[in-house]
């Protein structure tokens, strides 16, 4: 192969060794723009919980365009939180309240969907997410003190 051939993965002079390729931020963007999609049906789907998609968006849009990503952490409503995970590593403790009783209505809706063999699956795949989310800081204030 060629030295500075578009598929190689050598620096060249209009792409240093730390930028993505074009390729490469095209597919950071083509996932951040699933995962804030997830996250929105997740709005409405109890079983698909919204933050944690929307924290992927995030990072995916910091890998793949500035421009969304900037665009995503100054939405009055997508910002505010966004900017205290990437600070404190924090989520509200409203959102919390809220993924929760979503997640466990979810999971028992889908118990009386699912085949007695599968029904626990969605239940275990939000208690883990669940058990994730209640482990970390509420909000700046309770981050400092741990």
């Known amino acids: 192969m060629k030295e500075g051939h578009a ?30 999609v997830l996250g929105f049906v997740g709005i409405f789907l109890p079983l ?15 890998c793949g365009c500035v421009r969304f990503e900037r665009w995503l952490l100054d939405h009055p409503r997508f910002g505010p939180p966004l900017r205290d995970w990437r600070a404190h590593r924090a989520v509200p403790l409203r959102a919390k309240q809220l993924a929760s ?15 007695v063999a599968w029904c626990w699956v969605p239940a275990a795949c939000c208690a883990a997410v669940a058990a994730w989310l209640w482990r970390l800081p509420h909000g700046p204030a309770q981050a400092d003190r741990n």
């Open 7 to 36: 598929g190689s993965q050598q620096p060249t002079p209009d792409r240093p060794s730390g930028e993505p390729g074009r390729l490469m931020k095209l597919v950071w963007l083509a996932a951040g723009w699933a995962s804030l």
């Open 48 to 62: 698909l919980p919204t933050v944690p998609f929307v924290l992927l968006a995030a990072y995916c849009f910091s």
């Open 101 to 115: 009783v979503m997640m466990a209505a979810g999971s028992i809706f889908a118990g009386f969907q699912l085949p």
